[in-house]
């Protein structure tokens, strides 16, 4: 049986992180003055995931699972997915005992602009009947107050497979509430909204490369206001 690891093992960015100003980057410069400044670089975040993915690899090996079945939250888990299959893939060409690495996608949503609705919309794009008896990895791009991720595993645990586990790139610190602790996370961040790499604002920010807090500008320009 998988455990979850440790909580401190992860990458912490303290609340008075003020991330780094957007100049030292390339990014896309019609998103520029709407952002407050990069928190995390692509470069960082990749090589976050090369870790991540060993740590999986040798947590499956050690109860001989043959197959890790993914499950990508979309939209804005692709990236995160996308990547972290690739690495996955390469560590478990590179071991003695070869795990199959599978991948599938939910829609799941739960934001409105920039608050954060109560009820999951989970639109699955697969028949969720092929999970059953099989090793589940839910691979989600950020958590903040773990309501997607906690229904969506619900939804996924109806279909009886043999484990869920769950890898997020990004955890928020919300004092304000319990939150969910994955079984993987990449970083955990403070309390704000952010975008970048597949993370999106209204479907607007998903093309920066980097993990970026958006600024007060940036939401009242795109506001869904329909």
Known sequence: MLSKRQQNDF?????????????????????????????????????????????????YELINVEEIYIICLLKGGFQFAADLFNKLQSYSCTRSKYIRISIDFISASTYINDSIG?????????????????????????????????????????????????ACLLVKRRPDCPGYQPDYVGFEVPNRFIV??????????????????????????FYDRS
Do not use: Q, W
């Open 11 to 59: 990458i912490v960015l303290d609340d008075n992180f003020k991330g780094y100003s957007t100049r030292y980057f390339n990014l896309p410069r019609h998103y520029e003055k709407y952002l407050e400044s990069i928190l995390i670089s692509n470069g960082m975040i990749l090589d976050r995931l090369h870790k991540m993915a060993y740590d999986i690899i040798i947590d």
């Open 118 to 166: 109560h009820n999951t919309k989970i639109n699955p794009c697969t028949d969720m009947e092929r999970f059953r008896n099989k090793n589940v990895l839910i691979a989600e791009d950020l958590v903040d107050t773990g309501t997607s991720l906690t229904n969506v595993e619900e939804y996924i645990r109806r279909y009886n497979p043999t484990s869920v586990r769950t």
């Open 196 to 221: 970048g790499y597949a993370i999106d604002y209204n479907n607007y920010f998903r093309d920066l490369p980097h993990i970026c807090s958006v600024n007060d500008e940036g939401k009242r320009e």
